[in-house]
């Protein structure tokens, strides 16, 4: 199920969305997320994400769990991403932290964080305000699994997409946008009309978190086709697997070649030894051939 909902908030930026009736934020903001995160399904689901993007998109730029430090109002900001992604954008260096002001501050087309125990609270107010205050084209929260209120619980996904307005749309995922035999389901997806080169979606997860907690995935699409994007190593692995069908189709047409000519050459011996029996017979009453 895809839900739309158009936001017309005209509050200041650093009005906070905070949900009233939860506990309060453990997380500092000050403090970096480098080094240790929650639980392994936030590392991994970090960890995908930017290898699908860099592996698919080499013309941009995928930036991974950092502080990021703009200027909004003669301030200095911080905020932090999960993933952060910036369209024809390239550095040939890694990164410690992104300052704005060293690369004309420019702001990242896409902005995600994976909701956890600790931030999903401030991850839902204090920095989608300022995503939104700093005009960020695409802002995402995803749910890797149950770490949120009842009413995050997953399958989760909301997209947050600027307006000419400067005021947010929102979009929901509450679905799998994969059929049981693996295929895309369409409607079951995020558009971003011309924003992003990808569509997104939802994806349950074979294995499970502690023990029996289900696990779900973002996941990226094609934006004109039905076919999911995948990561360096699923690339290299599908491409393994093709040109292993390749070499048993090749081993195949080469059995099937060599078992026509064994027919070929059974049937010439077939025929030799007739035309050896006609021989014999015509020589038998004394007729030369």
């Not at 699994?145 to 619980?153: D, E, I, L, R």
Request: charged share 30%; hydrophobic share 30%.
């Amino acid at each position: 199920m895809r839900q739309h909902i158009t936001t017309q908030d005209r509050s200041p930026p650093f009005k906070s969305t905070r949900i009233e009736s939860a506990e309060p934020d453990t997380f500092d903001q000050s403090q970096p997320r480098i080094g240790r995160r929650e639980s392994e399904p936030h590392s991994i689901e970090v960890s995908y994400l930017h290898d699908v993007l860099s592996s698919n998109f080499p013309q941009h730029h995928a930036l991974l769990d950092l502080h990021h430090y703009f200027q909004l109002g003669g301030d200095e900001v911080d905020v932090q991403f999960d993933i952060s992604f910036f369209l024809n954008f390239s550095i040939p260096y890694t990164l410690s932290s992104y300052r704005a002001t060293d690369y004309q501050n420019r702001v990242p087309a896409l902005a995600i964080n994976i909701l956890s125990k600790n931030t999903w609270r401030a991850d839902l107010s204090e920095n989608l305000d300022l995503c939104r205050a700093l005009k960020i084209p695409v802002y995402l929260v995803f749910a890797p699994f149950n770490v949120a209120s009842k009413y995050y619980q997953p399958p989760f996904v909301r997209a947050y997409q600027i307006q000419e307005d400067g005021s947010y749309t929102i979009v929901e995922l509450r679905n799998s946008c994969t059929s049981k035999i693996s295929t895309i389901l369409e409607e079951n997806l995020i558009d971003f009309h011309g924003i992003l080169p990808f569509r997104i979606g939802i994806e349950e997860l074979e294995s499970k978190h502690e023990k029996n907690l289900s696990r779900y995935r973002l996941i990226l699409v094609q934006q004109d086709s039905p076919n999911r994007l995948y990561t360096k190593y699923e690339q290299e692995k599908q491409c393994a697997e093709q040109e292993k069908q390749r070499a048993e189709q090749e081993k195949q047409r080469a059995e099937q070649e060599k078992q026509r000519a064994d027919k070929e050459k059974q049937r010439a011996d077939k025929e030799k030894q007739r035309a050896d029996k006609y021989l014999k017979v015509l020589k038998d009453h004394g007729i030369e051939p």
